[in-house]
């Protein structure tokens, strides 16, 4: 029976192959749909120094090969970004050639099968086989980087995320915008001192109908508190969301993501000096990515006595239905403006990721602290869901499905603190019979259980949502 098994399958291959059609060395088995890859340069060594124009990427999938949409991200030796928009651009820094710095990005939805050598696209000189694999059911997937002689073909052109009105200097009334097939964000424009800053605080978020969603506008704010108190309580500072300064320096918006990086302070009297929040924020079409970083100044604590930071979501009355769900939450809580019994008594422990979902679409948000922080903070989650409960500024009065992060601390030793803020975005996503628990590990796998990226006996783990340490130099 084996026998005749083996010799079944020779012949299928020399009648495909007569027909014209290729067949896979090996078909995907890979099941994760949701990843954003990253590839270091280093583990493409063998185009180390070939020109970004006569790379291209391909994917193996019902016989044939295919263009995919990807980007190549250049980075300095040193490690920072090139920047190709905004007041401190630098595209004059990029060689334009792959280097080992640099980051080879695409979605691990458009990885397919194995393919032979002999089934590498027309004119293609070379190509670099990568292997994806899933370290929890060794599923395995691939995409193929070809060289080619100039010209190359064109690249599949495919916008995944869309940015549009980032620049202050050419339209500084209208909202940073952001957006895919799967979400929709528009930020704060605040004029303090005469001055505009357009901020990547969020006054806009919706999910379109295609992706699950009612295409509706869910937030009544998107809420930044900060407050300091000053020689021992005597004077209190406080800040929100509509009188932050800061903006988005510079930007590059690719085909897979963008990344830009921006700042948020407050201004102190006496010429003290507030910390200053610096993110850069990583937009992929089903994840948003920032890494932020709280430079605390040197300053007496006889002069600062307490400071805290308090930030989170407050909906309107569309988020009316939607379902909160935590690790302190996990039955779920429905949004509604009342407080029940027993969403009062959700305990305030700070939780690593919280959801909202309902027919109105789904958002789940992930928070990982640098453990210096937690160390010197007292930290909480809360959930507030009351229209009796008022934290103006707001558009409505009253507190709508609101999901607090708060961190407070009376003594911080000076220097950078880190933590990342993840939103995923996963497609129909709600179901009423109950929370689907296994997408949203799905989600929580990409940072927990990474991708292994081989290429040319050579491996390393899927980073995309751990990029590179920020460097606070503005």
């Not at 086989?129 to 980087?145: H, K």
């Not at 915008?177 to 800053?197: A, L, Q």
């Not at 379902?323 to 027993?342: E, V, W």
């Not at 996503?429 to 109950?434: I, R, V």
């Amino acid at each position: 029976m084996k026998l005749r098994i083996v010799a079944g399958s020779i012949i299928l291959v020399f009648l495909l192959a007569a027909a014209g059609r290729s067949v896979a060395l090996e078909s995907r088995t890979l099941t994760r749909r949701n990843d954003p890859i990253q590839v270091p340069g280093e583990l493409l060594g063998k185009f180390k120094g070939v020109s970004l124009d006569l790379l291209r990427l391909y994917v193996f999938t019902q016989g044939a090969m295919t263009p995919i949409v990807y980007q190549i991200d250049e980075r300095l030796p040193n490690g920072n970004f090139i920047f190709m928009l905004g007041e401190k651009a630098n595209p004059q820094d990029a060689n334009r050639l792959l280097d080992p710095q640099d980051f080879l990005v695409f979605r691990v939805q458009d990885a397919g099968d194995r393919a032979s050598p002999i089934d590498w696209p027309a004119g293609a000189k070379d190509a670099l086989e990568i292997e994806l694999g899933d370290p929890l059911d060794q599923g395995r997937a691939w995409v193929y980087l070809c060289r080619f002689e100039a010209p190359a073909p064109q690249p599949l052109i495919l916008d995944t995320i869309r940015l549009l009105h980032w620049d202050p200097w050419v339209s500084p009334e209208l909202p940073f915008v952001v957006e895919s097939d799967y979400f929709h964000f528009e930020g704060r424009v605040n004029t303090v001192g005469g001055k505009v800053y357009k901020t990547a605080i969020n006054k806009v978020f919706q999910v379109p109908e295609g992706a699950g969603g009612t295409n509706q506008n869910l937030l009544d704010a998107h809420k930044m508190r900060a407050w300091v108190e000053l020689f021992f309580g005597k004077v209190r500072i406080e800040a929100n969301e509509t009188d932050m300064i800061g903006g988005i320096a510079r930007l590059t918006h690719g085909l897979v993501r963008g990344y830009g990086r921006q700042w948020l302070t407050i201004a102190l009297p006496l010429g003290l000096k507030a910390p200053r929040i610096y993110s850069d924020v990583i937009t992929h079409d089903r994840i948003i990515i920032s890494p932020m970083r709280i430079s605390f100044p040197i300053n007496p604590e006889t002069i600062v006595t307490r400071m805290g930071l308090a930030f989170g979501y407050d909906l309107n009355r569309n988020a009316y239905g939607m379902r909160f769900y935590s690790p302190n939450c996990l039955g779920g809580a429905t949004i509604d403006g009342k407080m029940s019994a027993q969403e009062k008594a959700i305990p305030t422990d700070l939780a690593p990721w919280s959801c909202i979902t309902g027919p109105q679409g789904t958002l789940i948000m992930r928070a990982v602290f640098d453990p210096r922080i937690l160390q010197q903070t007292k930290n909480r989650l809360t959930y507030l869901d009351d229209l009796n409960v008022s934290l103006p500024p707001e558009g409505i009065p009253g507190s709508i499905g609101y999901v607090q992060t708060s961190i407070e601390t009376e003594s911080m030793k000076a220097g950078n603190y880190d933590f990342f803020i993840h939103w995923y975005f996963p497609d129909h996503f709600y179901d009423p019979q109950g929370f689907k628990m296994d997408v949203l590990q799905e989600f929580l796998n990409i940072e927990d259980h990474p991708l292994v990226i081989r290429v040319e006996g050579k491996q390393a783990e899927n980073a995309a949502l751990r990029p590179p340490a920020l460097e606070v130099s503005d």
